[in-house]
DNA sequence: CCGAGGCAGTAGACACTGTCTACTGCCTCG
DNA sequence: CGAGGCAGTAGACAGTGTCTACTGCCTCGG
């Protein structure tokens, strides 16, 4: 159906690999669950034999750990996108990736628990921490810099890299994320429904959480 | 239900429903994850053919969400235990459901897991309202009580059932919940351990997160 | 120039899974 | 005592993940 290209027929090369990925990803985003990322089912979306996922992921486990650990990398960009704008307030840019976060779980609710897994997390290692430690430095730069006496933005937030050499208690930021991560869970899975209570916005949720942790440490 | 006759020889008649569930949690409990779980290794488990589960449960997933249901049951007790202990201030109290909240996510991973895979809590329904519903109503209570102006055990925290006539914002306990909870799930999945800091300690963090929602709304 | 070697991908076999469909006992009740 | 219903068994069927040949294609070294 595609003009023959000389060089790369549709079936490219070493892009499989790519293409498995990106076809667990729009599988998990079509809401047919968990069960819809069988191995076949991908590559039958990749449009490659049952077969060809084995060349580059040598088990189903570590092609799903692919795949969640793409969803992880959208979290986060997601995430760090109202995190690190410019020019705003460090809290409400904390509330804003909060917002985000919580969004990201409602939106994407399969991949949000695809990603969460421990099993997949079990065997991710370093790949993990690439992908959340920049994300986990910048919160907590931005979290430092709302707990300034201040309150503004006179500590300009610099993302700092991976450098941890500030070895400053990651304690506010732990308490951030979790909060947050709680109300994505619940929220996410409409747990509120059943206090009969439809009312609990999330942004509310979030914005208290976060406000209470920078109340709390910033005295 | 159980109208039968209650002697019952091994292979009794009607308790293979629950022989199955049992079966169901051994297996979730031995680690062998949720691939272990198969309507056929549930069944062999429980000693009775392939097709038997079908008799009780519709689908396979009807059998795991029995299953999940049997261990939110499980967590809703060992949560009610330290939140209901007569004779301590309401606080400690909650602080200690928190802790043996986080401990259940830890100790019983695959089952924490299992039990808010919003799959299986979207067909659950009304039994899930009837589990989780009284915990939520102790928790109120307590939060509540420790809400007093007295701060003490003034008002005795009776559970006083289902009834939710008090009508009373629902705001503090979705909070507490929803801290614990995420507390529980990154600190059950070891996210913590890639901060490089293992002493982020649960007690601390469920402590600081109850602290701080008394404290916000008990002025 | 050409043959060797490696690699991505295909196709089939295998054990296993969940579901469906007879079919066998056993119990209860009219 | 016979009928009916139900729990449980056993087998068939499509589908799954993994494994094992096997085919093209590309890149080299001589």
Redesign the pocket.
Same mark, same amino acid.
């Given at each position: 159906m595609v003009d023959t290209v000389t060089?790369n027929p549709p $079936?490219?090369?070493?892009?499989? *690999?790519e293409?498995l990925i990106r076809a667990g990803v729009e599988l998990l985003g079509e809401g047919g669950g968990l069960e819809s990322? !069988?191995?076949? $089912?991908? +590559?039958?979306r990749a !449009?490659?034999?049952? !077969? +060809?996922? *084995?060349?580059?992921?040598?088990?189903?486990?570590a092609?799903v750990a692919a795949v969640a650990a793409a969803g992880l990398a959208d979290l986060a960009e997601e995430v760090r996108g109202p995190l690190t704008v410019p020019g705003r307030p460090p809290a409400d840019r904390l509330t804003a990736a909060g917002v985000a976060y919580v969004t990201f779980a409602a939106r994407r609710r399969d991949m949000f628990e695809l990603i969460f897994r421990h099993d997949l997390l079990r065997g991710a290692g370093a790949d993990l921490r690439a992908t959340t430690l920049p994300l986990l430095s910048d919160l907590h730069a931005t979290l430092t810099a709302a707990l300034a006496p201040t309150g503004g933005d006179a500590a300009e937030t610099e993302p700092s890299s991976t450098g941890t050499s500030g070895r400053a208690a990651w304690g506010p930021t732990i308490r951030v994320w979790t909060a947050v991560h709680g109300i994505a869970v619940l929220y996410g899975n409409q747990v509120f429904d059943l206090l009969g209570d439809a009312a609990t916005e999330p942004g509310s949720l979030v914005a208290a959480a976060v406000d209470s942790v920078v109340a709390e440490h910033g005295r």
């Open positions: 060089m $079936s490219g090369s070493a892009d499989t *690999r293409r990322l !069988g191995l076949r $089912s991908i +590559a039958r !449009g490659v034999s049952h !077969g +060809a996922p *084995r060349r580059h992921f040598p088990t189903h486990r092609l």
